[in-house]
């Protein structure tokens, strides 16, 4: 079987609901575990997640098109609710009969997490649902501004409802997902040397580092120069809490407008070469729209996996 398997959002301006928790890292988490599943299973999988796009209706396209120019068997839009921080639970919606077969497996594997079941319905008003050529269905997790919800989600156990929802099973033996940097327990010199370069943090002298794995002066200085940036002691040794200032980095989280990251956004700020505070307000998303027009972006202030691509790669 050749699955789409598009986790909604994530791309700019296509951005998703906020609440408890953001739907566009949710969507991806679950999404990033759902393709390694499926795979593991002896399934083709096709990401139709686009990497960038102008408008919402480009990004929706972009999924559409995807799909179709690569046949895929069934379609699936993974998307977590919102509404007025009380309605809760799950609901997976479809086009066609056969569609709503696809779907009310899937919805029975999640309510059998403990969500409440709002059922399969019709999603003859979505996009994704219209313009794609074969059985689709788009699934509504659970409402990331429901505090029972996002007490009951977890994203393994998720996956795994959908997994075993299409298919009727879920892999026997451990499946590692598509990495999230932020839990990345490689301290390696050589990974430290290679990531500062990439964050283009240079050594005391404005150069990059060779990246030769040895913890050398010069590396030391590029440490207490990422460490006076995001704000943590500056010793020059790269400790658990300097690891963790750069995978939180690494695992690119989208930032908006009064978003509080602490070192993430201490490190926007100084890439865009604005006041230090850890503070996303509007001389920081002044200056990022900026950065963005310059790199051909759209320039709506939101930080991206687009955006994020430009600063980091």
């Excluded at 429901?146 to 892999?171: C, H, Q, R, W, Y």
């Excluded at 932020?182 to 370069?197: A, C, F, G, M, P």
């Excluded at 207490?224 to 995001?230: A, L, R």
């Excluded at 201490?266 to 001389?283: A, F, H, I, N, S």
Aim: net charge positive; aromatic share 6%.
């Amino acid at each position: 079987m050749k699955f789409g398997i598009d986790s909604g959002h994530n791309c700019p301006p296509d951005t998703g609901a906020r609440g408890i928790k953001v739907e566009d890292n949710l969507t991806l988490d679950v999404g990033n575990r759902v393709i390694p599943k499926l795979r593991a299973l002896g399934h083709e999988v096709v990401v139709c997640k686009p990497n960038s796009a102008s408008t919402v209706r480009e990004s929706l396209s972009k999924r559409c098109a995807t799909a179709n120019n690569s046949n895929v068997d069934i379609y699936v839009s993974i998307h977590f609710n919102s509404f007025n921080g009380q309605a809760n639970g799950t609901e997976v919606f479809a086009t066609s009969d056969t569609g709503r077969k696809i779907a009310k497996p899937v919805l029975d594997e999640i309510v059998k997490l403990g969500f409440f079941n709002r059922g399969v319905k019709s999603g003859s008003h979505l996009f994704v649902l219209k313009n794609t050529d074969m059985p689709a269905i788009l699934v509504e997790c659970c409402f990331v501004d429901s505090a029972k919800d996002m007490n009951l989600f977890n994203a393994e156990a998720m996956a795994n409802a959908i997994v075993k929802g299409l298919t009727g099973k879920v892999p026997s033996g451990p499946v590692n997902p598509v990495p999230d940097e932020e839990e990345n327990v490689d301290t390696t010199i050589k990974r430290l040397q290679q990531t500062l370069n990439r964050l283009k943090i240079t050594d005391k002298d404005g150069k990059t580092l060779v990246e030769d794995g040895i913890n050398g002066s010069n590396t030391k200085s590029a440490i207490e120069k990422f460490q006076t940036i995001v704000g943590v002691q500056a010793t020059g040794i790269a400790g658990p809490t300097t690891w963790n200032s750069i995978n939180v980095i690494l695992a690119k989280r989208i930032i908006r407008l009064n978003h509080a990251g602490g070192e993430v956004i201490r490190y926007l700020q100084y890439r865009l070469g604005v006041e230090v505070d850890g503070v996303y307000g509007p001389q920081s998303e002044a200056a990022m729209k900026n950065f963005q027009k310059q790199n051909g972006l759209q320039a709506d202030g939101i930080v991206g996996p687009t955006t994020w691509q430009k600063l980091i790669g």
